[in-house]
Nanobody, 123 residues
Framework: QVQLVESGGGLVQAGGSLRLSCAAS????????MGWFRQAPGKEREFLAI????????SYADSVKGRFTISRDNAKNTVYLQMNSPKPEDTAVYYC????????????????WGQGTQVTVSS
């Protein structure tokens, strides 16, 4: 059974930093590209970033480019999202997901999802 478990969410002040983690099990982690999404109340799930299976290729949404960094450790079956200088508008539930297609930016293109972790950015 595939499991993706996010952690590291919480309350952070605007301009601070936060690192989210996503631990994977039940799949060959190093063969999947990994993405991060978020969903705020009343809004659609939004693509944030993707990292290739080997970690050499990354891509970001314009809304987080230059502030957030995606990385992975295949030895630990974990993908990370470093959030620097968060803004109140970054408040949302953050999800990690696994896909076989590196160009995936739509939720439907992902095979597996975590349960999400809440991030709240205070002003």
């Amino acid at each position: 059974q595939v499991q993706l478990v996010e952690s590291g969410g919480g309350l952070v002040q605007a301009g601070g930093s936060l690192r989210l983690s996503c631990a994977a099990s039940g799949l060959t982690f190093s063969t999947y590209h990994m993405g991060w999404f978020r969903q705020a109340p009343g809004k659609e799930r939004e693509f944030l970033a993707i990292i290739s299976w080997g970690g050499s290729v990354t891509s970001y949404a314009d809304s987080v480019k230059g502030r957030f960094t995606i990385s992975r450790d295949n030895a630990k079956n974990t993908v990370y999202l470093q959030m620097n200088s968060p803004k109140p508008e970054d408040t949302a539930v953050y999800y990690c997901a696994a896909t076989k297609a590196i160009s995936s930016i739509r939720p439907a293109q992902y095979d597996y999802w975590g349960q999400g972790t809440q991030v709240t950015v205070s002003s």
